[in-house]
């Protein structure tokens, strides 16, 4: 009997047809509620997940189950812990989305410097003087700072290199040599957040890392830079970010992710002109889904085949 896999919400064919040409069956979900996921997993031993979590009643939920492939990079919604006891993999694709969400941070902080979405608003209005009465700025000479210099962070460091940016960052856990040497490495946040005129965070979302951007952090920026978040919402206090975009404290902020998802967009920052905000789309490139569902697909796949993952998040006991 082929090993089945239940596919909670719908993924690009690229993986589906990847676990189907190893004999797979593939079980699509009748709904995203966890119930929904509790009633469908039952009778599963693996389970491809994008933006689900997987809770505890999830998991007891399936007797079966054997290994979690997450659709994407990160895990903050996954019982991680829980899975281990159980003995069940959780893989993901770290190599999936990460130039994708490194372009997008590279086009808000474009769009940052050339207040696009005014000049375009203003333009679409009939207001061609715009042009006058509007200057932007340059990214040449400026100095990008960069919070977490993991695959991502790294990756924009390349890609601003080619605008002429002076680039430093921090990152306490990344090992020297990986560095590379066009970066300044600084030894803590608070240099990079005086230094930057463009702060962009690139970090998992841990405890340690919640607000790691509150109102002393911003207070540190210059009043002519810019805060760019791709990475997680909870890294940054939104609140103490509103109140700075509207005092001046910086210049403005460009943002994929939010405390909370969806967020409310009757929110004050949703109303500030110093504010770009885009609904976390930075990963959801064409190519980039197509990697993470063939990436989660392969994570199931060596483990049901009885094979050490390529990309493993946990490393239960056999």
């Known amino acids: 009997m082929a090993y089945k896999v239940l596919i909670p919400e719908e993924i690009a064919p690229e993986g589906k047809e990847y676990l189907r040409e190893k004999g797979y069956e593939i079980k699509m979900g009748s709904g995203l509620t966890e119930d929904d996921i509790v009633r469908d997993v039952a009778d599963c031993d693996a389970i491809l997940i994008r933006n689900q979590p997987l809770t505890r009643r999830i998991i007891d939920a399936a007797p079966k189950l054997k290994v979690v492939g997450r659709h994407g990079v990160g895990v903050d919604a996954l019982d991680i812990p829980y899975a281990t006891e159980k003995g069940i993999w959780i893989t993901n694709a770290p190599l999936s989305n990460y130039k994708a969400v490194a372009e997008h941070t590279l086009f808000l902080m474009l769009a940052c410097a050339k207040y696009i979405h005014v000049v375009d608003r203003e333009f679409h209005a009939g207001n061609f003087e715009i042009r006058n009465s509007l200057m932007t700025i340059e990214l040449e000479g400026k100095t990008l700072g960069l919070l ?15 605008f002429g940016m002076n680039i430093v960052g921090y990152d306490p856990y990344l090992p020297q ?3 590379p040497s066009y970066v ?15 702060v962009s965070l690139h ?7 919640r607000h790691l951007i509150g109102e002393k952090e911003l207070s540190l920026m210059k009043p002519t ?5 791709t990475a997680r919402g909870g890294i940054v ?16 902020c460009a943002l994929d992710v939010f405390e909370q998802e969806p967020p409310d967009t009757t929110a004050e920052l949703f109303q500030l002109e110093n504010a770009i905000l885009t609904p976390h789309n930075a990963a959801h490139t064409w190519e980039s889904t197509a990697r993470m569902g063939l990436h989660a697909a392969q994570g199931i796949h060596e483990v049901l085949s009885g094979q050490e993952p390529t990309w493993p998040v946990n490393h239960p006991q056999k």
Do not use: C, H, W, Y
């Open 177 to 179: 040599e990986l560095v």
């Open 148 to 162: 977490g210099l993991g695959r991502i962070g790294r990756s924009v460091a390349e890609k601003a290199r080619v």
């Open 203 to 209: 970090m998992p979302s841990t405890a340690e890392n």
């Open 225 to 229: 830079a810019f805060l760019i978040n």
């Open 184 to 198: 300044k490495r600084l030894s803590t946040k608070e240099e990079v957040l005086r230094e930057a005129d463009f």
């Open 237 to 252: 206090e939104e609140g103490a970010l509103t109140q700075a975009l509207k005092a001046g404290i910086i210049a403005g």
